[in-house]
C-alpha cells in the first residue's frame, strides 16, 4: 500500500477501460471536413444594402443528412439555409452544405444514429457558422452569427431513434 492507502498496481474502478473488460472501445474520428455546396444570393443589390433601413427579418433552416460510404465510415452534411428580408422583399439568402466524413468504430448499433445526427453535425456547426457568417460580410452585409442549435432537441423533434430508423435525415 502507498500513502494514499491505495496498492500502487490497482486502478479504479472509473478508470478501467472497457476493452479490459473484453468488449472493444467504441471510437469516433472526423477523417474531412469540407463545404460542399455554398450559395449566395443578393437579389435587390445595391438597393438592399442602403444604409438606414432597419434590420432584416432573417429565418434560419437547419437539415442534417448521413449516409454511409463504407464500413464504419460515414458523410454527415449540415446544411444551414439563412434568409433575410424587409418586408416582401428579399435582402439576402445564404445556403451553405458543410460536410464532414467520420470514422466510427466499435460503436453499438443503437448509438450509431445519435451519434451521426447529433455529434457530428455538433461537430461540423462551428465551421460551418463561419462560412455563413464570411458569405454574408462578403456580400455588404453584417456577418450573420447563428445562434448555437440544439441538435439533441432536433433529434427528438423528429422522433428520436423510432422515427429515424429508416429515413437518411433530420431537418428543422
Known amino acids: 500500500m502507498s500513502e494514499n492507502g491505495h496498492d500502487e498496481d490497482s486502478v479504479p474502478e472509473a478508470a478501467a477501460p472497457a476493452a479490459g473488460l473484453g468488449q472493444p472501445v467504441p471510437q469516433f474520428s472526423v477523417n474531412v471536413q469540407f463545404v460542399k455546396d455554398l450559395s449566395f444570393e443578393n437579389p435587390n443589390a445595391p438597393q438592399s444594402l442602403v444604409a438606414g433601413k432597419e434590420p432584416p427579418n432573417v429565418q434560419v433552416q437547419v437539415n442534417v443528412a448521413a449516409r454511409n460510404l ?18 416582401a422583399d428579399t435582402a439576402f439568402i445564404v445556403e451553405v452544405a458543410y460536410g464532414g466524413v467520420f470514422t466510427l468504430t466499435n460503436v453499438p448499433e443503437d448509438a450509431m444514429r445519435p451519434l451521426l445526427l447529433i455529434e457530428c453535425p455538433r461537430f461540423l456547426f462551428p465551421f460551418a457558422r463561419a462560412v455563413i457568417a464570411d458569405a454574408t460580410r462578403e456580400g455588404g452585409f453584417p456577418p450573420l452569427m447563428i445562434q448555437p ?11 428520436g431513434a423510432e422515427a429515424l430508423a429508416s429515413a437518411p435525415a433530420a431537418s428543422a
Open 70 to 87: 463504407m464500413q464504419d465510415v460515414f458523410e454527415v452534411i449540415l446544411s444551414i439555409t439563412g434568409k433575410a428580408s424587409h418586408g
Open 149 to 159: 442549435i440544439d441538435f439533441v432537441e432536433l433529434y427528438r423533434r423528429q422522433g
